[in-house]
T-cell receptor
């Protein structure tokens, strides 16, 4: 089954404790992206990647890192999480460089206390 | 720069009534337009998309949307609401000089019996 998977689905952590949210897709897509969803703000792009070893900042990259060492994986790293990073995070992938139609993972709900 | 405006953060309808969710876009070039749906505790799922073919686009679950260039709109409709349609709906735009999807802030649809 074609899908984007994320782990963990739920995470509660404390300020400053480094964490990684994994994302994997099995569709051989080149384009992958991370979003955060906050009430009233819709989805905002954090980082994206056009291909292996090619990443770039989205609209809200501060406090986040990403890497793309393999085509299928695109982990999101929070080196020192803060409460304002409490949010719902989505990973997505796409093989369409014209429309950027995307397939979304199930989401990771992160709470930073 | 492209942008998307969804009018009404909450829409309530009775079961069997017409559903109309509004989306207006701002784009200097012909856009690609999407509607995504997010059911509770799930990721986003593509409902339908406009990619410069027919202006009336049919999607899944009986939804459709019409691209109106003169009004810069891409409103989502369904003739008869069902309880299972209760979800959050996002309009998104891409194309031109942007290499990403730009999302609206979402509209939560409630369906009452």
């Amino acid at each position: 089954e074609a899908q984007v998977t994320q782990n963990p689905r739920y995470l509660i952590t404390v300020t400053g404790k480094k964490l990684t949210v994994t994302c994997s897709q099995n569709m051989n897509h080149e384009y992958m992206s991370w979003y955060r969803q906050d009430p009233g703000l819709g989805l905002r792009q954090i980082y994206y990647s056009m291909n292996v070893e090619v990443t770039d900042k989205g609209d809200v990259p501060e406090g986040y890192k990403v890497s793309r060492k393999e085509k299928r994986n695109f982990p999101l790293i929070l080196e020192s999480p803060s409460p304002n990073q409490t949010s719902l995070y989505f990973c997505a992938s796409s093989d369409d460089r014209f429309t950027y139609e995307q397939y979304f993972g199930p989401g990771t709900r992160l709470t930073v206390t | 720069a492209q942008s998307v405006t969804q009018l009404g953060s909450h829409v309530s309808v009775s079961e069997g009534a017409l559903v109309l969710l509004r989306c207006n876009y701002s784009s200097s070039v012909p856009p690609y337009l999407f509607w995504y749906v997010q059911y509770p505790n799930q990721g986003l799922q593509l409902l339908l998309k406009y990619t410069s073919a027919a202006t009336l686009v049919k999607g899944i679950n009986g939804f459709e949307a019409e691209f109106k260039k003169s009004e810069t709109s891409f409103h989502l409709t369904k003739p008869s609401a069902h309880m299972s349609d209760a979800a959050e709906y996002f309009c998104a735009v891409s194309g031109g000089d942007t290499d990403k999807l730009i999302f609206g802030t979402g509209t939560r649809l409630q369906v009452f019996p």
